[in-house]
């Protein structure tokens, strides 16, 4: 039987899910989503064929597995709002960055399954990468599916420890934004030695995919790769002992680190234990 999904709160991340559900077959009878706007509602609707409800409980009652897509600080009272129509036989999913699984199950209410996510921006594009752990109620059937979910947008890791979803926050979801910054400093460099910009952003964002799609398909590990294009006294070696020469490793560490401590930060934040001291 095809599970039915509701994916309360339809943002980016909700369309980018559904919509890789939808190109790779999935039925979209089978898929709910919930807004409060009714253009919203009426877009998605006649869009993607989805069926799309003012109400969160409407939408938890009719589904087999639940997406939470709404911001980390709604998150509590959107759930504890449909907490009486939880079943057991229910998956949860969040998306939302920083929230635990014990807080999620506690506002949920009932002994339910239920993942958590961190998934990135190039999900959009059916290229992102997303990291999960479920809680002890899951089940290897329903972990299956979550698998599914995920490859629709791209591919998906599972971590044993919560603790790790930080270092996966920091590694992967936030990743984009690294890349990013590094293609903006290339490309202006590249202007200050009189390119064009448009040129620029071709030859630097090609060659960084490039690069990363030899990683992913290539079995030679990292620093073999680096070797290969690294001649001695050529220019490539020129470039990289300018990296070396600032440290890029400690660069690199104490972004990854800000990274997962403001991660820790949020979980914290989110935590039963502060909620209820509320």
């Known amino acids: ?32 989503g919930t807004s409060r706007t009714p253009e919203k509602r009426d877009y998605y609707h006649e869009q993607y064929g989805i069926t799309m409800l003012a109400d969160n409980d409407s939408a938890v009652n009719d589904a087999d597995v639940v997406v ?18 939880v079943r057991s036989d229910q998956l949860f999913v969040s998306v939302a960055a920083g929230i635990e699984l014990n807080a999620l199950s506690h506002w949920l209410g009932k002994p339910v399954a239920v993942v958590r996510s961190m998934p ?16 002890e109620h899951i089940t290897d059937e ?7 979910l995920f490859s629709s947008v791209g591919n998906s890791v599972w971590v044993e420890q919560e603790e790790h979803m930080h270092t996966v926050t920091s590694l992967s979801g936030s990743a984009p934004a690294y890349f990013f910054l590094f293609l903006e400093a290339m490309i202006k460099e590249a202007k200050k030695q009189g390119m064009d910009e448009d040129v620029s952003r071709e030859l630097a964002s ?3 995919l490039g690069a990363a799609r030899m990683v992913v398909e290539l079995p030679e590990p990292i620093a073999e790769l680096r070797k290969n294009i690294t001649s001695p006294n050529g220019t490539t070696e020129q470039a990289l002992l300018s990296f070396e020469a600032s440290n890029i490793d400690k660069i690199v560490a104490d972004a990854m680190t800000a990274c997962a401590n403001r ?7 989110f935590s039963v234990q502060n909620n209820n001291e509320e």
């Not at 990135?120 to 809680?135: E, H, R």
Request: with cysteine; net charge positive; proline share 5%.
């Open 1 to 32: 039987m095809t599970p039915s999904i509701a994916f309360i709160g339809v943002g980016n991340m909700a369309r980018a899910i559904f919509s890789g559900m939808l190109a790779s077959g999935y039925p979209a009878d089978k898929i709910i």
């Open 68 to 85: 939470l897509c709404v911001k980390p600080a709604q998150m509590k009272a959107v759930v504890e709002e449909f907490s009486s129509y």
């Open 120 to 135: 990135n921006t190039p999900s959009q594009l059916g290229a992102g990468m997303t990291g999960l752990i479920a809680n």
């Open 142 to 148: 329903q972990k299956h599916w979550v698998t599914e």
């Open 206 to 208: 090609h060659a960084m």
């Open 263 to 269: 991660s820790k930060e949020m979980s914290r934040d």
